[in-house]
């Protein structure tokens, strides 16, 4: 298979999936198939991809042109690659999830769910394989309409509620911040295309650089860095499978990359190190990181807890990407894969308690151990690696985090991150604590269906093995950190 028609496949997969679930309608087990097939020959894609790019590098695909320097550009460099296997691998664990948890849970318009979560998939690779600002603001858009509505997805006031907050949020901050960065560089380099070491004049002054990153990073709201982060937690009112996938794979890990992207081939960390708001940028992201641990800490609801708890970990990688140093960019950048997996099985665990035993507060969950062994079990382990202690994948980003703090002098934000790990490792475990504690009355074992707790299974496993296993990682996001781009 040519790599044109590879790049252009990992896009088209799941828009004709999507086509076939809908025609499929009528006929939920091939519905679901045709979700399945699909998930699996996207990760075969992908998996293609790195091993043709691995051999000989992959050059760039470009479409029509809008106007001179202006055009579509789909690319394949490290950070991408991590993102589309990342995505790709979680949404057929995630529709595995899905299958059990929408048929447990009686879910209406159950057609419409896995046909958005197709299309949205779909935007994830168009923006993980990017070449260029243009191609990713149009995928990165794409993205937030089409979970728009996912998140509407159970028709209540609530939901509606929480759509308006989501859309209004990322639409406002995107077009109001993030395209005016875009026409801005523009204007000033005569470039959108991403390249390594930065695409902006070396000799540009340092007003023009101060406001661009300004506009980038608070531009990019799905980063959720404070105070453009209520969406997030908004968006909880979806169900369980789109705040697993979306809310914590998809759309907040789209914002992250997107920042580390600019970050990387915008700027380039030697300009970026000397920007001057890089540093008030900072401080902003080390306030989101204490401040998200602390509004988790007292959030009873637990999807509530979990979502503030997301917003601590984003700043966390957005932190990695303005030290500007090669050792956090690694940090931030092994980040993204280890918070993923683990957050992902916080997620799946929150709607396998929902769907077998109604509970929805942390407050209620006291002796459920005895009752779902394997799903509480798994939100310790999925815990531990949000905090990042061993023998989780989370050490090893979080070790080079605080080193890369370390090293670029940022002894506050070193402080901060260890502080928020603390945070989280009070905030996070003492729910399964809870739930193995004597005395909560309940008595009968009952677990979530099979497919639920498969893909707790497999995503509680690749928590721990990215401890034991992270050498593919590591290299793909060092080759990242240090610059590589191959097909260039």
């Not at 090893?396 to 703090?405: D, F, N, Q, T």
């Not at 009952?446 to 496993?461: D, K, N, S």
Request: proline share 5%; net charge positive.
């Amino acid at each position: 298979m040519s790599m044109t028609l590879l790049l252009t496949s990992s896009i088209l997969t799941a828009p004709v999936a999507a086509i076939g679930i809908a025609v499929a309608r009528r006929h939920p087990n091939l519905r679901e198939a045709i979700s399945i097939v699909a998930s699996l020959v996207l990760c075969a894609i992908n998996i293609a991809i790195y091993q043709q790019w691995q051999a000989t590098g992959i050059p760039p695909m470009r479409f029509g042109a809008f106007a001179p320097g202006l055009e579509l550009v789909l690319t394949v460099e490290p950070l991408g690659l991590v993102f589309a296997l990342l995505a790709s691998a979680l949404w057929l664990v995630t529709l595995i999830y899905a299958i059990g948890y929408m048929r447990a849970h009686e879910e209406r318009h159950q057609t419409r769910f896995f046909v958005f979560f197709a299309l949205a998939i779909a935007c994830v690779m168009g923006v993980a394989y990017s070449g260029n600002l243009i191609t990713l603001f149009l995928f990165y858009e794409a993205l937030s309409l089409s979970t728009w509505p996912l998140v509407v997805h159970a028709g209540t006031e609530e939901a509606k509620r929480g759509g308006r907050i989501y859309l209004g949020l990322l639409l406002s901050t995107s077009i109001g911040l993030f395209l005016p960065a875009i026409i801005l560089t523009w204007w000033l380099s005569g470039s959108v295309t991403f390249t390594p070491g930065g695409l902006l004049p070396p000799n540009l002054h340092d007003g023009w650089l101060a406001l661009l990153l300004l506009l980038f990073v608070l531009g990019v709201g799905k980063a959720a860095i404070m105070p453009v982060h209520r969406w997030l937690p908004a968006a909880m009112v979806a169900p369980t499978p789109v705040s697993a996938l979306l809310h914590a794979v998809a759309v907040v890990k789209a914002g992250v990359f997107t920042i580390a992207k600019i970050g990387l081939y915008v700027f380039g960390l030697e300009q970026l190190s000397v920007v001057g708001s890089r540093e008030m940028l900072l401080y902003l992201c080390g306030f989101t990181v204490i401040a998200a641990s602390l509004v988790a800490m007292r959030e009873d609801n637990l999807k509530a807890r979990l979502a503030y708890s997301t917003i601590s970990q984003l700043a966390y990688i957005t932190v990695g990407i303005l030290l500007a140093v090669p050792l956090a960019v690694t940090g931030a950048g092994m980040h993204i894969a280890m918070h993923a997996v683990a957050k992902i099985t916080l997620f799946f665990c929150a709607g396998a308690i929902l769907v077998a035993s109604h509970k929805t507060r942390v407050s209620q969950l006291r002796g459920i151990g005895r009752q779902m062994p394997l799903t509480m079990t798994a939100f310790f382990i999925a815990s531990v690696g949000i905090a990042g202690l061993p023998p989780t994948g989370g050490t090893w980003s979080k070790w080079y985090l605080v080193l890369g703090s370390l090293e670029a002098g940022a002894w506050a934000v070193a402080i901060a991150l260890l502080c928020s790990s603390i945070l989280t490792l009070i905030y996070l475990t003492m729910i399964p604590v809870q739930a193995f504690w004597p005395g909560g009355g309940v008595q009968q074992r009952r677990e979530a269906p099979w497919p639920c707790l498969l893909a707790i299974g497999v995503t509680t496993a690749a928590t721990l093995a990215l401890f034991f296993f992270p050498e593919g990682l590591y290299s793909l996001v060092t080759q990242a950190s240090g610059g590589s781009y191959r097909g260039q």
